[in-house]
């Protein structure tokens, strides 16, 4: 089956957008999903988010990609057909579709609802999934799930607003809950403002916390606090704030995607508090171990979340009014998107409007 092509491996037509190699352009591409299994949900797709990883994938910067590849994680969309064995959703629900498609479903992380570190999930795409199949993402007109990897998506939460949470959302709030920084009155920072570090901004005021953002960028102070609701901003190259700072937070969420140094950032720690990195730069970070032994100081690691907490997250955004900010577009304006995203220069999430734009091609 997996030797086929693309288009003729499955018997249910699609249609996106897809890269062909490392240059990581985008065009049109007609492929196929599979049809609809006893547990699998079938769904239009209306939007699809473009997370800063589709970037790292497109141009193969992690090592692991699969071409053609049709990326995009943070997809919303709306049901269209259903398994017999469906239990939680009906055709007309609004769902959305995260980063995972399939997990062994018996290991321990799987039996623990941690199906993100299940050591042989399958991605949403970009990976093989369990039939030798390669998986295509939600740059797409529709998809078909195993009805355990869908959300839904609470009423009053817009779905183009909806759909960066599905990535984004739940790589900021899975840590802010696991290592308790989810308490009201804790001094939380937060590293560089683009799609995941304005979300964590929202998702840690909505717990309570007072929260400084630390950036390269000074420019972006009025915005920090003015409009995401940012309590301090730190310009991390300025040595007299960032001196002014030591040893003031209970913990720090790292959203940079580049190689920075985090030295400064530990210093910026209280005794027994937590660094948690999100993002995922490309080449090694250094970290000098004493700074750590001085305050008994936590580096550690997070990577999106499982199912039932991905739920968690975004019926708690919906019932707190945390809302992604994003720039609709069309998808053929993708390429230039992902342009703009290497130079960091979006507020805050593309989203592309897939119901209205996407057009089959001949």
């Known amino acids: 089956m997996a030797s086929q092509q693309p288009e003729f491996e499955h018997p249910r037509k699609a249609f996106g957008w897809a890269a062909r190699d490392t240059s990581g352009f985008l065009s049109p591409f007609n492929f196929s999903r599979r049809k609809t299994g006893e547990k699998d949900v079938a769904l239009k797709v209306l939007y699809c988010a473009i997370c800063h990883s589709d970037l790292h994938m497109l141009k193969n ?47 321990q992380n799987c039996v623990e609802d941690l199906e993100n570190y299940c050591p042989t999930n399958v991605m949403t795409y970009g990976a093989k999934y369990i039939d030798g199949t390669i998986t295509y993402g939600g740059y797409s007109d529709s998809m078909v ?32 809950r696991y290592f308790g920084l989810d308490k009201p009155g804790l001094h939380l920072g937060v590293v560089g403002l683009g799609g995941l570090g304005h979300v964590a901004v929202k998702f840690a005021k909505a717990f309570s916390a007072k929260v400084t953002v630390i950036s390269t960028s000074p420019n972006k102070k009025d915005e920090a606090i003015k409009i995401l609701g940012a309590d301090s901003f730190l310009s991390s190259r300025d040595q007299d704030q960032m001196q002014a700072a030591m040893e003031s937070m209970d913990g720090i969420i790292d959203t940079v995607s580049a190689v920075h140094p985090i030295v400064s950032l530990i210093g910026l720690l209280k005794s027994h508090g937590k660094l948690v990195m999100v993002g995922g730069p490309a080449k090694p970070l250094e970290l000098p171990v004493f700074p750590l032994l001085k305050g008994r100081k936590i580096v550690a690691g997070s990577l999106i979340g499982g199912l039932k907490e991905t739920q968690e997250m975004i019926d708690f955004a919906a019932k707190h009014n945390v809302k992604p900010e994003i720039e609709v577009i069309a998808i053929d304006y ?29």
């Open 61 to 107: 910067e992690w090592g692991n990609a699969i071409y053609p590849m049709v990326p995009g994680h943070e997809v919303v969309g709306v049901v269209t057909e259903v398994g017999s064995k469906v239990e939680k959703y009906k055709v007309g629900d609004k769902v959305g579709i995260g980063c995972l498609v399939e997990s062994c479903r018996s290991c």
């Open 334 to 362: 993708v390429n230039t998107a992902m342009e703009r995203l290497a130079k960091a220069d979006v507020k805050y999430r593309f989203v592309i409007d897939i119901a209205n734009t996407l057009k089959p091609t001949s």
């Open 145 to 176: 799930v195993d009805e355990h990897f869908v959300i839904r998506i609470p009423q009053g939460l817009p779905l183009d607003v909806a759909a960066p949470l599905l990535c984004a959302g739940i790589t900021v709030y899975s840590p802010l």
